[in-house]
């Protein structure tokens, strides 16, 4: 389960740059999940993208994302970041009225593009390391800080606390469900390169999640922006 420590100066220190102890386990889930989306998920996206078209498959990503700006809210707010949380909130209000219950991204073209921010994030922006990387079988890349920032995000989505008995469980389920799929099949073509161009796919996977996490962690520390909006001085 455990890779153990190179002695080499060089090999350790590549050791540490990867912050993967967990090496051997996570590279036995990732091609276990590579096996398992071979013949369910990916071949749903790209029937997906083969019959829906592509004005309907971004109204439905736009949806999905206006869903999920509460969690985004509460982890602006989280992370003392008032700017940014009046921002998701503006986009919420604006996407749901205007929108149409956001399938149209409205707040984008007058002044309050999408930004992301989850509990992993949050939890980094309060100085607490990453932790060892992991890759969690059918989600993919994470890390021990992204996993508890998971369970998070699930207690502070509002769509977990929807009553009985008004239909809003079947869209539960059915916005989970069509979330994963629009995610799979916006990037079948990034994917697919990577299994076919890189010499060592997982490798290359863990590389470009850690920096992206680095980068968004990053900008939401450096976003230092008054509170008030530009248009309201």
Request: proline share 7%; aromatic share 12%.
């Amino acid at each position: 389960m455990v890779a153990p420590k190179p002695k080499d100066p060089d090999a350790l220190a590549e050791y540490e740059e990867a912050n993967d102890r967990f090496e051997p386990l996570n590279r036995k889930m990732y091609n276990l999940s590579v096996w398992a989306d071979k013949y369910s998920l990916r071949p749903v996206a790209k029937a997906y993208v083969w019959a829906v078209p592509r004005p309907v498959r971004s109204s439905l990503g736009n949806m999905i994302r206006t869903m999920n700006e509460p969690v985004v809210f509460f982890n602006d707010v989280g992370a003392g970041k008032p700017r940014r949380a009046g921002d998701s909130f503006a986009r919420w209000c604006i996407n749901m009225v205007a929108g149409v219950g956001g399938f149209v991204d409205v707040a984008k073209y007058v002044g309050y593009p999408h930004h992301d921010n989850d509990g992993g994030l949050t939890l980094a922006t309060w100085g607490i390391a990453s932790g060892p990387y992991l890759f969690l079988p059918m989600m993919g890349p994470s890390s021990i800080r992204d996993g508890v920032g998971y369970g998070i995000d699930q207690g502070l989505s509002p769509w977990n606390y929807v009553p009985r008995g008004y239909g809003l469980i079947t869209f539960n389920w059915a916005y989970n469900i069509m979330g994963t799929i629009n995610t799979r099949a916006d990037h079948l073509d990034d994917l697919d390169q990577v299994q076919r161009d890189a010499l060592d796919p997982y490798a290359t996977i863990r590389s470009a999640y850690q920096q992206q996490r680095k980068a968004l962690a990053d900008s939401i520390k450096n976003d230092h922006r008054a509170t008030v909006p530009d248009w309201y001085n």
